[in-house]
């Protein structure tokens, strides 16, 4: 199976007051990522030939500032985004070998984006959870060996690993072309919550 983003479709509110009545920065206005995907789907539970794809969406809620930073510093564009480390530790986790506590990794995962509403419980939906698994990398910067931190590509550092002195956080692009690129996204983004379009 394959997982593919089909569509993606920015909505940030242009209402300038939040629900005391008070005004709201550009960067704190709500706003709603929306990631529309296709899952293939083939003719038998193990494969087969490709018959068509589920469709589905996910949606990230958050404010115009966060969308920003995401759009300026996705974890896919960063040196620190391991994927092939994260697919090699789930493959592990599935084997025979595995300890009892490390065979629930993927488990705990999926879980985790269903509660996120990233996929809700349906059948189709957890065939969701597992494909997006499948995109799935650690962050180098962030883990450590007692620890690893998983990301999604379309994540960006979190807050606590942002400060004054670092407010990109860990990221470092893999190339100048995608420190460029996402400066641009980042800068029409918050144009867009200042109603400058």
Same mark, same amino acid.
């Given at each position: ?5 089909? #569509? ?7 209402? %300038? ?35 068509? @794809? +589920?469709? %589905? ?10 969308? *920003? #930073? ?9 040196? $620190? ?22 065979? /629930?990794?993927?488990?705990? +995962? $999926?879980?985790?984006?269903? *509660?996120?509403?990233?996929? #809700? ?10 494909? +997006?698994?499948? /995109?799935?990398?650690?962050?180098? $910067? ?17 807050? @606590? *690993? ?14 100048? $072309? ?20």
């Amino acid at each position: 199976m394959a997982l593919k983003v089909s #569509d993606e479709v920015l909505k940030i509110s242009t209402v %300038g007051y939040n629900g005391k009545g008070d005004k709201l920065e550009p960067e704190a206005k709500p706003a709603e990522r929306r990631l529309m995907l296709e899952v293939d789907t083939h003719s038998g539970l193990n494969g087969g030939p490709k018959i068509g @794809f +589920i469709p %589905g969406e996910v949606v990230i809620r958050s404010t115009a500032g966060e969308v *920003a #930073d995401g759009l300026k510093n996705p974890c896919w564009s960063c040196r $620190a985004f391991n994927n092939e480390r994260a697919q090699k530790m789930l493959k592990y986790a599935a084997s025979e070998i595995a300890a009892p506590n490390e065979k /629930t990794l993927a488990t705990e +995962i $999926a879980g985790r984006l269903i *509660a996120a509403k990233l996929a #809700d419980a349906s059948e189709s939906d957890k065939r969701f959870a597992g494909e +997006i698994i499948k /995109t799935l990398g650690t962050c180098e $910067a962030l883990s450590s060996e007692k620890k690893v931190y998983f990301t999604l590509p379309e994540g960006c550092c979190p807050d @606590f *690993a942002r400060g004054k002195d670092k407010p990109d956080g860990p990221y470092k692009a893999r190339d100048k $072309a995608h420190g460029a690129e996402g400066s641009k996204l980042y800068d029409k983004v918050l144009r867009v919550a200042q109603n400058k379009r």
